[in-house]
């Protein structure tokens, strides 16, 4: 009873108002989307709402069916993932060592600037290549032995000491 006493603007924010008051007066297409809000608690406490509307015609009249659902906690999440994303690239990026996220055909995902270092290649030049193309011939089928068995899901992790070609035909020594 006590909500359907009030109005709209009695659960928006006073900063709020002005917005809401300019959507209201816009025409409207029969479906709509006006996006998110925010809406107050009967505690004072504000959180944010996904609104969809329809306007259709109930018992003769023109109506508006709305429908809010609360998105604070799936904001909330979305805010946590992107600084979880954001300590990861800067993790991977200043990493001491080589890091890369390579597919399952060989092919390089992404590179960190310190395995570019180590083979001399730029990020846009391993792109174009695969971890085959740079593996030393002598050690290139124990690493994909290891790397079948990692697909094959016989192991969890490998290790192996091998070589890599490094673009100016050098080779390198590393620790996978």
Same mark, same amino acid.
């Given at each position: &009873?006590?909500?359907?006493?009030? @109005?709209?603007?009695?659960?928006? %924010?006073? *900063?709020? +108002?002005? =917005?809401?008051? &300019?959507?209201?007066?816009?025409? @409207?297409?029969?479906?709509?989307? %006006?996006? *998110?809000? +925010?809406? =107050?608690?009967?505690?004072?406490?504000?959180?944010?709402?996904?609104?969809?509307?329809?306007?259709? *015609?109930?018992?003769? =009249?023109?109506?508006?069916?709305?429908?809010?659902?609360?998105?604070?906690?799936?904001?909330?999440? *979305?805010?946590?993932? =992107?600084?979880?994303?954001?300590?990861?690239?800067?993790?991977?990026?200043?990493?001491?060592?080589g890091m890369a996220h390579?597919?399952?055909?060989?092919?390089?995902?992404?590179?960190?600037?310190?395995?570019?270092?180590?083979?001399?290649y730029t990020r846009d030049?391993?792109?174009?290549?695969?971890?085959?193309?740079?593996?030393?011939?002598?050690?290139?089928?124990?690493?994909?032995?290891?790397?079948?068995?990692?697909?094959?899901?016989?192991?969890?992790?490998?290790?192996?000491?091998?070589?890599?070609?490094?673009?100016?035909?050098?080779?390198?020594?590393?620790?996978?």
């Amino acid at each position: &009873e006590e909500f359907l006493g009030m @109005r709209i603007t009695d659960i928006r %924010p006073e *900063e709020d +108002r002005a =917005r809401l008051l &300019e959507d209201v007066r816009r025409p @409207r297409p029969a479906l709509q989307h %006006p996006g *998110e809000w +925010r809406h =107050r608690h009967k505690d004072g406490r504000l959180f944010d709402v996904e609104i969809t509307s329809h306007t259709l *015609e109930f018992a003769g =009249r023109a109506a508006v069916l709305v429908s809010v659902s609360d998105v604070t906690e799936h904001k909330r999440a *979305e805010a946590a993932l =992107r600084a979880n994303e954001e300590r990861f690239r800067a993790t991977f990026e200043q990493a001491a060592v080589g890091m890369a996220h390579v597919g399952l055909d060989g092919q390089w995902l992404r590179v960190n600037d310190k395995l570019c270092a180590i083979v001399g290649y730029t990020r846009d030049e391993l792109s174009t290549c695969t971890f085959q193309d740079i593996t030393y011939p002598d050690d290139l089928d124990a690493d994909l032995e290891y790397v079948r068995r990692l697909l094959a899901g016989e192991s969890q992790t490998y290790a192996m000491e091998k070589r890599y070609i490094r673009k100016d035909g050098s080779l390198v020594w590393i620790n996978l």
